[in-house]
């Protein structure tokens, strides 16, 4: 399975980073896969603080914690993707710090909910309905 997903991949890649050398010269090619490194390594050195962040955001209950791994995971996969030499990784990199991005800025617009503004016992409470028949047919007796 991961050979089928990897060999087009990996064709995609060298198609489009050959196309874009071509393009912009060799120059720029290696002052693009440079610059790209460098920004995925700052990236990733920089994690354990968009970490922890994270956490902080997780305790406030402003990040469920499903988002949390969500925007952590698609954190280190973009900066590993932008260490990676090549267009499409960087294209994909920079899609998933986007993605980062995006969960943290919709964390950050949700409002704060404390342990006072959620009312105990209202998540367990059952709404039930009981008919009981045995008593219907003993009054008609």
Do not use: C
């Not at 922890?52 to 973009?78: D, P």
């Not at 990199?93 to 950050?108: H, N, P, R």
Request: overall charge negative; aromatic content about 10%.
């Amino acid at each position: 399975m991961f050979i089928i997903i990897a060999i087009p991949f990996l064709l995609l890649e060298l198609y489009l980073s050959l196309e874009v050398g071509e393009n912009i010269g060799f120059l720029w090619s290696a002052i693009w896969i440079v610059v790209s490194m460098l920004i995925g390594v700052r990236v990733l050195q920089s994690s354990p603080l968009s970490l922890m962040g994270n956490l902080n955001s997780v305790s406030r209950g402003k990040l469920s914690m499903q988002s949390f791994q969500n925007a952590s995971t698609a954190y280190l996969i973009g900066a590993i993707f932008l260490i990676i030499p090549g267009v499409l990784t960087d294209f994909l990199g920079l899609l998933s710090l986007g993605y980062t991005v995006y969960l943290q800025f919709i964390a950050k617009i949700t409002p704060e909910q404390t342990k006072f503004d959620r009312k105990k016992g209202d998540d367990n409470v059952i709404d039930v309905e009981i008919i009981d028949e045995h008593t219907d047919r003993n009054s008609r007796d």
